[in-house]
């Protein structure tokens, strides 16, 4: 589209500036490929103004989804992390919680400590206990427990089964 379409449509939309708006309208009655031009631009409008505009159907976002899901290719969840990074974030989840959980148990903020060591670690020890409380320790140090039990006993049950058949 160039300049003079785009003057045209900016006069039919409403836009113009009196000054550009009376330079088209001079235009219009001494140019003839000018005023054929407006012509059809202006028949343009008038088509384009009486047409309902589309609205797109209620299950637009869905339909949409859908084919863009459909043409992704599925990956397992297992295949987005490697398996080490899996087991080392197991591993370090494991230890953090079990290291909470003896901390919760064993280490007690009123209890008489001599080294400076006990001191900064029963210190660091009641300003976390004082954030999270014990109930919330012992759940998790439980849940933790009950996960590394059914996953030992599901290796053991896979090893047995394999060793059976």
Not at 10 to 28: H, I, P, Q
Not at 55 to 83: H, I
Not at 124 to 130: E, G, I, R, S, W
Not at 137 to 165: M, Q
Request: with cysteine; aromatic share 10%; net charge positive.
């Amino acid at each position: 589209m160039n300049a003079e379409q785009m003057l045209i449509w900016k006069y039919l939309d409403g836009e113009c500036t009196e000054a550009e708006r009376k330079a088209l309208e001079a235009r219009y009655f001494t140019d003839a490929l000018f005023k054929q031009e407006w012509e059809r631009c202006k028949a343009l409008h008038e088509e384009l103004q009486r047409q309902e505009p589309e609205q797109p159907s209620m299950r637009f976002q869905t339909n949409l989804l859908e084919r863009v899901f459909q043409n992704l290719p599925a990956r397992p969840v297992q295949e987005l992390l490697p398996k080490s990074a899996v087991r080392w974030l197991a591993g370090l989840g494991s230890a953090a919680v079990a290291l909470l959980g003896w901390a919760a148990v064993f280490v007690s903020p009123a209890a008489n400590s001599n080294s400076q060591l006990d001191r900064v670690v029963d210190s660091a020890v009641t300003k976390f206990l004082n954030l999270v409380p014990y109930s919330t320790l012992l759940t998790l140090l439980l849940v933790t427990a009950t996960l590394l039990v059914l996953y030992l006993a599901d290796k053991g049950l896979t090893r047995l089964r394999r060793a059976k058949y």
